[in-house]
């Protein structure tokens, strides 16, 4: 197998899957939306003092962008299954992994990315401090490709059981945990003026580790769940 039709087929993989999300723009819209409405809900639940909320800010952007990313999850697979794509792609003479490594990177770029771009505002209406942008934008960009990753272990091995909602939250969010603590707690610890590189090295060792891994375990998963 040579790497021209592999990179072919992780284009191809690439191409269908934002024309799906453009053509389904409004629901791909729905994760920013709903971050959104997270974040706003925090100073209409504990007041507008902004001493109050810069101080929680990491954690309700790291937590508004893992529960965005957490709703669009089964979203990943579902469609390939009801049209029979997911059969096509389990016959297809390229390995299984690569294309769903695509589709994990089209399910990053149309959920998380977006909330990335958006993190100055989500930061700006919680009152986080100008001077922790930029290490709770490099969280996040270290974190977000992580949880989609592992999100996608976790659609493979439901990815054949019906209205799986609830499962998949109560398996992913145990995997999602680490990322959160030490994601916010970069944040938090660079607010306090203490050392926070050894988070984003724990995050981006862990983010190798799942780009080499979790392609292969989803594979592996979705073979299982549709024998």
Known sequence: MTDAPLGRAFAAVLLRDFRLVWRRRGDAAQPLLFALLVVTLFPLALGPEPQ????????VVWIAVLLAGLMSLDTLFRSDLEDGSLEQFLLAPQPLWVLV????V?????????????????????????????????SLLLGSPLLSLLGAVVVAL???????GM????????????????????????AAGLPYAGAWLLLGAALVLALVLAPLAAAAALRIALS
């Open 52 to 59: 109050i909320l810069a101080k929680i800010a990491p954690g």
């Open 101 to 104: 490594l695509g589709k994990v």
């Open 106 to 138: 089209v399910h990053w770029a149309s959920t998380a990315l977006p909330l990335l771009l958006a993190t100055p505002l989500l930061a700006q209406m919680i009152y986080l401090p100008a001077e922790l942008m930029p290490p709770l934008f490099v």
């Open 158 to 164: 439901t990815v054949g059981m019906r209205r799986s």
């Open 167 to 190: 499962l998949l939250a109560l398996l992913a969010l145990p995997l999602y945990l680490p990322v959160l603590i030490f994601g916010a707690g970069s944040v938090i610890a660079a």
